[in-house]
């Protein structure tokens, strides 16, 4: 069984970072993709920045050029997060996908608010 558990989140003034990172039970390298989505109330969750095996790398339009997944050791995945804005204010969830199923973190909130 995979656990993922996330770390980093909490309260940002609009223009600062945050850095998330996310604790796996197993190696990293052993799924074929991992990182982050995130998860407004009332909308979908959406992908936020993703690691492919092959080191690929897939963000969503709207925090290219201001985050980074990265994958500092064989069990952590992390993001760097800067010039955070307060539309990303969110939940942020650690994925992890095998060729079996996909795996999520409990969460962990970033408000991004002056």
């Known amino acids: 069984q995979v656990q993922l558990v996330e770390s980093g989140g909490g309260l940002v003034q609009p223009g600062g970072s945050l850095r998330l990172s996310c604790a796996a039970s197993?190696?990293?390298?052993?799924?074929?993709?991992i990182g982050w989505y995130r998860q407004v109330p009332g909308k979908q969750r959406e992908l936020v920045g993703v690691?492919?095996?092959?080191?690929?790398r897939n963000y969503a339009e709207s925090v290219k050029g201001r985050f980074t997944a990265s994958r500092p050791n064989a069990k952590t995945v992390s993001l760097q997060m800067d010039s955070l804005k307060p539309e990303d204010t969110a939940v942020y969830y650690c994925?992890?996908?095998?060729?079996?199923?996909?795996?999520w973190g409990q969460g962990t909130q970033v408000t991004v608010s002056s």
């Open positions: 994925y992890a996908e095998t060729q079996w199923r996909p795996y």
């Open positions: 690691i492919s095996s092959d080191g690929n």
């Open positions: 197993g190696s990293i390298f052993s799924f074929n993709r």
